[in-house]
Nanobody, 125 residues
Framework: DVQLVESGGGLVQAGGSLRLSCSAS????????IGWFRQAPGKEREGVAS????????YYADSVEGRFTISSDDARNTVHLQMRRLKPEDTAVYYCAGTRGPLAPTLRSGEYDYWGQGTQVTVST
């Protein structure tokens, strides 16, 4: 079975940094796309960043462009989301998601087949 496990969430002051990790296992395809999504209380889930393990291409939401960096450590089957210059509005539960096979990076949640349980990120003022 496919499993996605997020880690690295926590409490940080505004302006600080956090690195989230998504450990993946059970994929039958060696080439997939992994995305990070977030959902704040009372808000819809939104895509944050996505990476294709085929070519390393990435795609970011405008709200995080220049502050967040997504990267893939293929040897460890892990995708990281480095978050810098965090803002209170970045507070949310962050989820990683994976596709069944190759796909260009996308923030469309409907394109993803597998989801992790989420990790809480709280940015204080």
């Amino acid at each position: 079975d496919v499993q996605l496990v997020e880690s690295g969430g926590g409490l940080v002051q505004a302006g600080g940094s956090l690195r989230l990790s998504c450990s993946a296992s059970g994929f039958t395809s060696a080439v997939v796309t992994i995305g990070w999504f977030r959902q704040a209380p009372g808000k819809e889930r939104e895509g944050v960043a996505s990476i294709s393990t085929a070519d390393g291409n990435t795609y970011y939401a405008d709200s995080v462009e220049g502050r967040f960096t997504i990267s893939s450590d293929d040897a460890r089957n892990t995708v990281h989301l480095q978050m810098r210059r965090l803002k209170p509005e970045d507070t949310a539960v962050y989820y990683c998601a994976g596709t069944r096979g190759p796909l260009a990076p996308t923030l469309r949640s409907g394109e993803y087949d597998y989801w992790g349980q989420g990790t809480q990120v709280t940015v204080s003022t």
